[in-house]
């Protein structure tokens, strides 16, 4: 095929498809003309049945049909226009007479047995009282409630002897020198905290977030198992249960230190 043929078919695929994009353009405006049409008459059928209901608005009720049929063999618009004319009226609607026909229908609910009375008192018009009714009386005596004053005094004060302790025994183990005997360290004579499992470090829970993360961080700084070893781990005695027992009683105090934090 020469030059001026390949040129003719290379209109000829142009020509095809501007008409093709004629078409396709042209398709558009058609469907947005019908669907703009379409809306238009929806919008006019719908103002002109506006329209027309206004004139049946007190037959409003119509929708509500088996519910309101009576069985009576006249026509369910009858039923509605008289229900109309009741509320109208003041009357009780058809509604609430069949509400009020279907409760005096409804079966009465069975008598409760009468729980069984106690036993009459004695003559003297005392009940007689069991051998532990006093103990339980004594008992169940409320107690007084607890000072927070005085549960924040105690906490400070348990923490500031538990520093103590702490402080004692790094003087102890700082003074130690090589030409004296060595020292032990016995776990009843370890700065235990005194406080509870949950809270052992007597920490305030309600305090700022800051202030209780940095105080159980020095205390886990202090009770870390690897720390305390490297510490006061030559000092313990060389017993592998007395050590274990010791060891123990350490991560089981940072583990709970770990969980608070």
């Not at 049409?37 to 004139?55: A, S, V």
């Not at 004692?168 to 235990?192: F, G, H, I, Y």
């Not at 470090?201 to 009770?223: F, I, M």
Request: one cysteine or more.
């Amino acid at each position: 095929m020469d030059l001026d043929g390949l040129l003719r078919e290379a209109e000829r695929d142009e020509l095809c498809r501007q008409a093709a994009k004629e078409d396709r353009l042209l398709a558009a405006v058609a469907e947005a003309r019908r669907k703009r049409e379409e809306l238009d008459w929806r919008r006019q059928l719908f103002e002109t049945m506006g329209q027309e209901d206004d004139d049946y608005c007190r037959f409003e009720s119509h929708q509500d049909l088996e519910s309101s049929d009576t069985g009576r063999p006249d026509s369910w618009m009858d039923d509605i226009a008289a229900q109309a004319e009741a509320r109208t009226a003041g009357a009780p609607s058809m509604s609430q007479i069949l509400a009020q026909q279907a409760e005096a229908a409804r079966p009465l609910p069975e008598p409760k047995p009468k729980p069984q009375s106690d036993p009459e008192p004695p003559p003297s018009g005392k009940r007689p009282r069991s051998a532990g009714s006093s103990e339980q009386a004594e008992g169940s005596q409320p107690t007084a409630p607890e000072d927070p004053e005085a549960a924040a005094e105690a906490r400070l004060e348990a923490r500031r002897q538990d520093e103590a302790k702490w402080k004692q025994l790094e003087a102890k183990v700082a003074a130690v020198s090589d030409n004296e005997p060595p020292l032990r360290l016995w776990e009843a004579e370890l700065p235990w905290p005194s406080g509870t499992a949950e809270n052992p470090l007597n920490v305030d829970a309600s305090g700022h977030p800051k202030v209780v993360r940095s105080q159980l961080r020095a205390g886990l700084l202090r009770w870390h198992p690897d720390k305390f070893e490297q510490r006061f781990g030559r000092f313990l005695p060389v017993d592998e249960k007395v050590r274990s027992s010791i060891f123990g009683r350490v991560k089981a105090l940072a583990q709970q230190l770990t969980r608070l934090m």
